[in-house]
């Protein structure tokens, strides 16, 4: 151990991931968390019998878990099973057709051939384009941090080399014809609150992270991850403190000094890492110093991801013809996405994230029931400004009576326990600017060197991470941001 100690404030996955690799450097690590539940986005809740997890629920590239274990000469199968998920997703569109996506290459092909047989040759130019984005976008760019402008500079021919500036449907769109496959193949940028009409081509890279690390679940929920994290930071020596706010970080010239919570506790730390809310982090946590204040002024002008908009239920019966995974296209695609990200409205339509994880993990609810969720994504509070306690039991019939339409007949009359949770429930419980549920949305301007920064300009021992940093959101992203903080972090503090 050195004789130098670290606070994170908020226990999502990035921070955690941030504290299990200082602690591992031994640098002595506390973590501290408002809410009564580690976990951040990844928070659960236990009703009559159910396990509902607030997510995320899709675990991709399990080796950016299992390294923070071995950091220390531990293994991740320790504390964490991982389930795979066969199919990755199930698609869904109005007219009945089916599409099961996964890394199964032979039966991903016959799904090609089914629904759209002439894009065959352009999947295979697609995935190309894909594995290079990857390595020039995830292997060498992902974990390092852009702290000057030059590092943007430097990274700019590979960037231009993969057109970078285009969106992933744009870019979709230049291999493959059906529209079909179009949305199949780029609407994974809306798992991190991206819209694949504007968001940097960069992103086609998840779909290269998938084939290749394959998608999993966490045995006992998302919600067992963030509890194994928590088991291996504490056996290793750190420190969480639980259900205590932190309200001011204080500052010394330019230097952060001491992190206060609401109880009135108070501690000096040499370093100070924020995992909360960007916008959280700086106008609030740093209202006190004249940085805070005019960081806040800049982010304010900055483009935000929309929220989310989640129905829980958990019903009478099991259903093993629903996969883990489903998307059900509502009528729209490029139009609802505009309602949603440029307009703002709440449109009458819908397209639904539906999350079944009983199919593949029984334990997440009572014998002969199964537990669900139904996502759709909405406009942020400063887009869509409404009552969500007025409309919140609207729109959760809405959604209800469109998964017994296309899946569940009786969907009603089986269900045992349900609430849903809305954009002003991610403004409260995550102190999340207008309720994004992903921070700053992932666009080319919004992106590496234009995003938060590891480590702040002004504040030489005020780090960050999470959705809001390079590289962004996902649980391999803020992975990701963890590894390029701790590297800063450790390289300044020992």
């Known amino acids: 151990?050195?004789?130098?100690?670290?606070?994170?404030?908020?226990?999502?996955?990035?921070?955690?991931?941030?504290?299990?690799?200082?602690?591992?450097?031994?640098?002595?690590?506390?973590?501290?968390?408002?809410?009564?539940?580690?976990?951040?986005?990844?928070?659960?809740?236990?009703?009559?019998?159910?396990?509902?997890?607030?997510g995320p629920t899709v675990v991709t590239d399990p080796d950016c878990l299992r390294e923070l274990w071995a950091l220390s000469g531990h293994d991740m199968a320790e504390d964490v099973e991982l389930m795979p998920v066969m199919p990755f997703y199930r698609l869904n569109w109005m007219d009945g057709t089916n599409f099961d996506y996964?890394?199964?290459?032979?039966?991903?092909?016959?799904?090609?051939?089914?629904?759209?047989?002439?894009?065959?040759?352009?999947?295979?130019?697609?995935?190309?384009?894909?594995?290079?984005?990857?390595?020039e976008g995830y292997v060498k760019l992902g974990h390092v941090p852009f702290l000057d402008?030059?590092?943007?500079?430097?990274?700019?021919?590979?960037?231009?080399?993969y057109q970078a500036w285009r969106s992933v449907y744009s870019m979709v769109s230049s291999f493959i014809r059906s529209e079909k496959l179009r949305e199949a193949l780029s609407f994974h940028t809306l798992l991190v609150g991206g819209n694949p009409m504007t968001t940097s081509a960069i992103y086609a890279l998840i779909h290269k992270l998938e084939k290749d690390g394959g998608v999993w679940w966490t045995k006992g929920g998302t919600n067992r991850l963030v509890a194994g994290m928590i088991t291996h930071f504490e056996r290793i020596g750190g420190k969480i403190r639980l259900g205590d706010r932190v309200v001011q970080v204080h500052?010394?010239?330019?230097?952060?000094?001491?992190?206060?919570?609401?109880?009135?506790?108070?501690?000096?730390?040499?370093?100070?890492?924020?995992?909360?809310?960007?916008?959280?982090?700086?106008?609030?946590?740093?209202?006190?110093?004249?940085?805070?204040?005019?960081?806040a002024k800049k982010l304010a002008k900055k483009r935000f991801s929309p929220s989310l908009f989640v129905v829980h239920f958990g019903i009478e019966g099991t259903w093993p013809g629903i996969p883990h995974h489903m998307i059900l296209f509502g009528p729209r695609y490029r139009e609802l996405l505009s309602d949603i990200y440029d307009h703002g409205v709440l449109p009458l339509d819908f397209s639904i994230y539906l999350h079944h994880p009983t199919v593949t993990d029984p334990s997440m609810a009572p014998e002969g029931k199964s537990t669900f969720y139904a996502l759709v994504p909405v406009a942020h509070?400063?887009?869509?400004?409404?009552?969500?306690?007025?409309?919140?039991?609207?729109?959760?019939?809405?959604?209800?009576?469109?998964?017994?339409?296309?899946?569940?007949?009786?969907?009603?009359?089986?269900?045992?326990?349900?609430?849903?949770?809305?954009?002003?429930?991610?403004?409260?419980?995550?102190?999340?600017?207008?309720?994004?549920?992903?921070?700053?949305?992932?666009?080319?301007?919004?992106?590496?060197?234009?995003?938060?920064?590891?480590?702040?300009?002004?504040?030489?021992?005020f780090y960050l991470v999470g959705a809001g940093t390079h590289p962004g959101a996902g649980i391999p992203g803020v992975v990701g941001s963890a590894k390029a903080t701790a590297g800063l972090m450790i390289k300044d503090l020992t």
């Open 251 to 295: 500052t010394i010239g330019d230097r952060v000094s001491e992190v206060e919570c609401e109880s009135g506790w108070r501690e000096r730390f040499d370093a100070v890492a924020s995992n909360a809310d960007i916008m959280h982090s700086y106008r609030d946590l740093l209202s006190g110093a004249p940085r805070g204040r005019s960081m």
């Open 1 to 54: 151990m050195t004789t130098k100690t670290a606070c994170v404030v908020g226990s999502g996955f990035g921070g955690l991931a941030l504290a299990i690799r200082l602690q591992s450097a031994g640098i002595a690590t506390t973590i501290v968390e408002a809410r009564d539940k580690p976990g951040g986005r990844a928070y659960f809740w236990e009703r009559d019998g159910f396990t509902f997890d607030a």
């Open 381 to 461: 509070l400063g887009k869509l400004p409404i009552d969500w306690d007025e409309v919140g039991p609207q729109l959760e019939k809405r959604i209800l009576d469109e998964v017994g339409r296309r899946l569940i007949p009786d969907i009603h009359s089986r269900i045992v326990t349900k609430f849903h949770y809305a954009p002003s429930d991610f403004a409260e419980d995550l102190n999340a600017h207008q309720g994004s549920a992903f921070s700053l949305e992932p666009i080319l301007t919004q992106s590496a060197w234009f995003r938060g920064h590891n480590r702040d300009d002004a504040l030489r021992n």
């Open 102 to 135: 996964s890394n199964d290459d032979p039966a991903l092909r016959r799904e090609i051939s089914r629904v759209a047989p002439d894009d065959l040759a352009g999947y295979d130019d697609f995935l190309e384009y894909a594995a290079g984005v990857w390595k």
């Open 149 to 161: 402008f030059a590092s943007m500079i430097k990274a700019a021919p590979a960037l231009a080399r």
